[in-house]
């Protein structure tokens, strides 16, 4: 069963906590992206990763950070900086042959209470 | 800055009608335009997509019609179901290295109804 899971689907956090939320790919796709979705808005791109141990700042990158040790996994951390972490999170993927498609994740919203 | 302007925010069409809704873009080196559809609680799922040397995509009920001079593409909707009830977002993609950077419309609430 190919495709891109992400876990937690619900997350609750306390204020001044770090989380960290996990999108793992089996489509075997270099690029890996977050971004993140609030009510009325368009999804906004938080970083992405176009190769292992590397990635880049997308538009919104302030109070969060990102790792790629794997392929297939590209973690997001959201720490304590984010003055408004509450929202919808979606990780995607794309491959390198097909670059300008991005295939979705099912989300994790996290509620900060 | 929003560089992909999407209208209408909301629209209702009976079953068996047209929808149509409308993305602007400003920027002149996006190459790659998506359309995506999501269901409440979903990740969005990639509907149809276009390039801009192409003025027409047409893929089964859902049509992207591009106007590259004007900077506008739409999507249309034919003989609409309910089951088509859902959010629309418009996206323009520009590449970057081996990735690409997609920006969003604000996206288009579309209700069916019987």
């Known amino acids: 069963d190919g495709g891109i899971t992400q876990s937690p689907k619900y997350l609750f956090r306390k204020e001044g906590q770090n989380v960290t939320l996990s999108c793992e790919q089996n489509l075997n796709h270099d690029a890996m992206y977050w971004y993140r979705q609030d009510p009325g808005q368009g999804l906004r791109l938080i970083y992405y990763?176009?190769?292992?141990?590397?990635?880049q700042k997308g538009d919104i990158a302030e109070g969060y950070s990102v790792s790629r040790e794997k392929k297939e996994s590209f973690p997001l951390t959201v720490t304590s900086a984010q003055k408004n972490p509450t929202a919808f999170y979606l990780c995607a993927s794309g491959s390198r042959g097909r670059a300008d498609t991005q295939y979705f994740g099912p989300g994790t919203r996290l509620t900060v209470l | 800055q929003q560089q992909v302007k999407q209208s209408p925010q909301s629209l209702i069409v009976q079953k068996g009608g047209i929808s149509i809704i409308n993305c602007a873009y400003e920027?002149?080196?996006?190459?790659?335009f998506p359309w995506y559809q999501q269901f409440p609680g979903k990740g969005p799922a990639l509907l149809i997509a276009i390039r801009p040397d192409v003025s027409e995509k047409k893929e089964g009920r859902f049509t992207i019609s591009f106007n590259k001079s004007a900077k506008q593409f739409s999507l249309h909707i034919m003989d609409s179901q309910p089951g088509d009830s859902a959010t629309y977002f418009c996206a323009a993609s520009k590449r970057t290295g081996t990735a690409s950077k997609l920006t969003f419309g604000t996206g288009t609430r579309l209700q069916v109804t019987l």
């Open positions: 990763s176009q190769i292992v141990n590397d990635f």
């Open positions: 920027n002149t080196a996006f190459d790659y």
